[in-house]
C-alpha cells in the first residue's frame, strides 16, 4: 500500500520560519509534489522535487531525501495570507500517472 | 482561459437520486482526474482518464462512474446517491507530457450533500 504522513496542524507566528514534513512509503518513488490549499478553494501547485536536495522559489523551500522516504516544506518570513493546508503527494510510477496525496497539514499564521 | 471548470458548485441530493457532474477544461490536457476529499481524509482519486474515450479506477471507484466522451470533459455520475458520498469532489487535469514535473491543475470544488 502507499502511506504518507503529514502533522495534522501547525501554528506559527507571523514573520518566523515553519518546516512542514512529509514521511512517505510507497510501492515506487517518481517524483513529490506540494501543493497549497486555502479554506474553500482548489489547491494550488507549490513545488516539485524528484532528485535530491532543495529547491527554492521565493519564500518557499522544499527539500527531498530519497534515501529516507522524506521531504519538507520550509516557509520563510511567513505571512497571514500563508494560513492555509498545505498537501504532500508523490507520483508512484514513471510516466504522467496519478498522484497519491498525504492527508494535508493546517498551518495557522497567527498575529 | 477559464483553466479548469466544475458544474455545479453546490448540490443538495437526497438518498437514492442521481446527478452528474460537469468538469471543463480549455487548456487541451489529455489527462483528468476526480477526486473526493473528505476532513480528515484528504484528497482520495475516484476515477482518471488519460485521454478521450479512456477511463480508469483510483482508490475509490465504488458508486460513481465517469465518462469521457470529448477530450475537454470529464463527467462523474452518481447512479444512487448515499450519504457517505457527501464530500468536496474536485476535478483536475494535467497535459500528460512524459518527463514528471507535469502538475495538476484543479477546478474550484463542487460540494455535495446527501440528506
Known amino acids: 500500500g502507499q502511506n504518507i504522513d503529514q502533522p495534522t496542524e501547525m501554528t506559527a507566528t507571523e514573520g518566523a520560519i515553519v518546516q512542514i514534513n512529509c514521511t512517505y512509503q510507497?510501492?515506487?518513488?517518481?517524483?513529490l509534489f506540494w501543493y497549497q490549499q486555502h479554506a474553500g478553494e482548489a489547491p494550488t501547485f507549490l513545488s516539485y522535487?524528484?532528485?535530491?536536495g532543495l529547491e527554492e522559489k521565493g519564500r518557499f523551500s522544499s527539500f527531498l531525501s530519497r534515501s529516507k522516504g522524506y521531504s519538507y516544506l520550509l516557509l520563510k518570513e511567513l505571512q497571514m495570507k500563508d494560513s492555509a493546508s498545505y498537501l504532500c503527494?508523490?507520483?508512484?510510477?514513471?510516466?504522467?500517472?496519478?498522484?497519491?496525496f498525504g492527508k494535508g497539514t493546517r498551518l495557522s499564521v497567527i498575529a | 482561459n477559464a483553466g479548469v471548470t466544475q458544474t455545479p458548485k453546490f448540490r443538495v441530493l437526497k438518498t437514492g437520486q442521481s446527478m452528474t457532474l460537469l468538469c471543463a477544461q480549455d487548456m487541451n490536457h489529455e489527462y483528468m482526474y476526480w477526486y473526493r476529499q473528505d476532513p480528515g481524509m484528504g484528497l482520495r482519486l475516484i476515477h482518471y482518464?488519460?485521454?478521450?474515450?479512456?477511463?480508469a479506477k483510483g482508490e475509490v471507484p465504488d458508486g460513481y462512474n465517469v465518462s469521457r466522451l470529448k477530450k475537454q470533459n470529464f463527467l462523474l455520475g452518481l447512479e444512487s446517491a448515499a450519504p457517505s458520498q457527501t464530500s468536496v469532489y474536485f476535478c483536475a487535469s494535467s497535459s500528460g507530457l512524459a518527463g514528471g514535473q507535469e502538475t495538476q491543475y484543479f477546478g474550484p470544488g463542487t460540494r455535495l450533500l446527501v440528506l
Open positions: 482518464s488519460v485521454g478521450e474515450g479512456t477511463t
Open positions: 510507497t510501492s515506487g518513488f517518481n517524483g
Open positions: 503527494a508523490v507520483r508512484t510510477l514513471s510516466g504522467n500517472t496519478p498522484l497519491v
Open positions: 522535487n524528484v532528485l535530491d
